[in-house]
């Protein structure tokens, strides 16, 4: 990991905050640092809750690369009795939206879908300074647990 992906660390588990330069390499970063902090919890989250995590992780990252056009996101993991959230804040306002998935394989448009399945709920807040997109998990499985 170059050092201008590195994440820089701002606060111990149960809750995580590291900053992310928006590279290429950040969302190997983000998982990475997604599945650290999830093999510290106590328990940890079960195996398909840790997968949605850190699959949620990756595609919210990537969202904040390719489509907010800003220099850097955060990344924040805060881990509840019985969830696990997930939140990327930037600088763009413009929240991620929902289009057709090409089936092609050019224009993307699965993500955000699949982000609001594996999710227990979703929710974006948007400011002057910019917004914040996050997801909370179940700890046990997927957003029917």
Do not use: Y
């Not at 997604?34 to 990537?62: C, H, Q």
């Not at 993500?111 to 179940?138: D, F, Y």
Request: proline share 9%; charged share 20%.
């Amino acid at each position: 990991m170059s050092s201008a992906t590195a994440p820089h660390r701002v606060s111990d588990a149960p809750s995580l905050v590291v900053s992310l330069e928006n590279s290429p390499e950040a969302a190997a970063a983000a998982r990475d640092v997604a599945g650290d902090f999830l093999k510290g919890l106590g328990p940890p989250p079960g195996r398909d809750a840790s997968d949605a995590v850190v699959l949620i992780v990756s595609e919210l990252v990537t969202n904040a690369v390719r489509h907010s056009r800003t220099r850097a996101c955060t990344l924040s993991l805060a881990a509840g009795p019985g969830t696990v959230t997930v939140s990327v804040a930037d600088a763009s306002p413009r929240p991620p939206c929902e289009r057709n998935p090409d089936v092609r394989g050019a224009g993307g448009g699965f993500g955000w879908p699949m982000v609001r399945r594996l999710a227990v709920s979703t929710s974006v807040e948007t400011s002057s300074q910019g917004k914040t997109v996050s997801a909370v998990v179940a700890r046990e499985g997927g957003p029917s647990v």
